[in-house]
């Protein structure tokens, strides 16, 4: 069993940045893929990143490439998303997830094992 903690979200005006953390419990995180999930209001929860086990591979949503990156701590047990020149369509709750396949990188969220409760990032115009 993984439990995971998002933290980070805030409100940022356009163009700005931020970073998400996602603490998880137990011993086999560094054996576990990581991603971020995001949701609008009114729309479907959508792939935003992932990374393998040891982070030497990661994978990201055409929307957010190049402007946001994964990457992990295994020591830490924690996941980071940075998210630089933020729009004002990048508002959503952010979710973390885990599964056991130690390099997953399905983009439908129901194919993932464990999530955390989410935090909300709010880009302003």
């Known amino acids: 069993q993984v439990q995971l903690v998002e933290s980070g979200g805030g409100l940022v005006q356009a163009g700005g940045s931020l970073r998400l953390s996602c603490a998880a419990s137990?011993?086999?995180?560094?054996?576990?893929?990581m991603g971020w999930f995001r949701q609008a209001p009114g729309k479907e929860r959508e792939f935003v990143a992932a990374?393998?086990?040891?982070?030497?591979?990661?994978y990201y949503a055409d929307s957010v490439k190049g402007r946001f990156t994964i990457s992990r701590d295994n020591a830490k047990n924690t996941v980071y998303l940075r998210m630089n020149s933020l729009k004002p369509e990048d508002t959503a709750v952010y979710y973390c997830?885990?599964?056991?396949?130690?390099?997953?990188?399905?983009?439908?969220?129901?194919?993932?094992?464990?999530w955390g409760k989410g935090t909300l990032v709010t880009v302003s115009s």
């Open positions: 997830a885990a599964d056991q396949d130690p390099d997953m990188y399905a983009r439908s969220w129901y194919l993932w094992d464990y």
């Open positions: 137990g011993r086999t995180f560094s054996s576990y893929a």
């Open positions: 990374i393998s086990w040891s982070g030497d591979n990661t």
